[in-house]
């Protein structure tokens, strides 16, 4: 993975979820931030060569973001260990990512996880992007707590082999939690003048 604070997003093939996931929050991150964050997306059990599912293309097109020519990419061990922080779209996959590496733990979240935490850690400030998100990782495991709901509440639902209403579903969860993580570093961390 490139240089700059390094998130991986993990999904099942790559096809669906994880790719719309990091398509979204590379687009929003790199908004406030150029060239500070690089976010890429693998999966445990990919189809080589297979692109983006034809309806995320649609969901991602509909944001202004082009997954065209994407092409899923294999989990290994040393994606992993470069990340800073590890996204997954289930807690299944937190549990293969973690029985991969179990250094990963106190890194990896679901990605609805890690959006219910972030209200509640408190941003440094006067950090540059790296150094708070550095620091927001290192904080984070601190205020893992089961949801407020069903346990599922913090996946991501897989819409393979579904009707198209669940990917509606899933892009409005994913949506959810990408403008969770925005507010965290566009809002919370913008200089008073600018809020």
């Given at each position: 993975?490139p ?27 790199d908004?406030?931030?150029p ?5 890429c ?10 692109p ?6 649609r ?17 290994d061990?040393?994606?992993i ?8 779209m ?27 935490i ?8 006067l ?24 346990a ?33 570093e ?10």
């Amino acid at each position: 993975m490139p240089a700059g604070f390094r998130i991986l997003v993990v999904g099942l093939g790559n096809s669906c979820r994880s790719p719309l996931a990091a398509g979204m929050l590379q687009h929003e991150l790199d908004t406030e931030a150029p060239g500070e964050f690089t976010v890429c997306s693998a999966g445990t059990q990919i189809t080589p060569g297979q692109p983006a599912a034809v309806e995320v293309l649609r969901l991602a097109s509909r944001r202004g973001i082009r997954l065209h020519g994407f092409v899923v990419n294999q989990l290994d061990e040393a994606m992993i260990s470069e990340a800073d922080l590890i996204l997954v779209m289930d807690r299944a996959l937190r549990r293969e990512v973690v029985k991969v590496s179990p250094r990963a733990l106190r890194t990896t979240f679901t990605l609805r996880e890690f959006a219910r935490i972030l209200p509640t850690v408190r941003p440094e400030q006067l950090a540059t992007p790296t150094g708070r998100w550095q620091s927001l990782v290192a904080l984070a495991p601190r205020y893992r707590t089961p949801p407020p709901g069903d346990a599922s509440d913090d996946d991501v639902i897989d819409p393979r082999n579904r009707p198209a209403r669940a990917y509606e579903r899933m892009n409005t969860q994913i949506v959810s939690a990408i403008d969770v993580i925005r507010e965290w570093e566009v809002h919370r961390c913008a200089p008073e003048s600018r809020i």
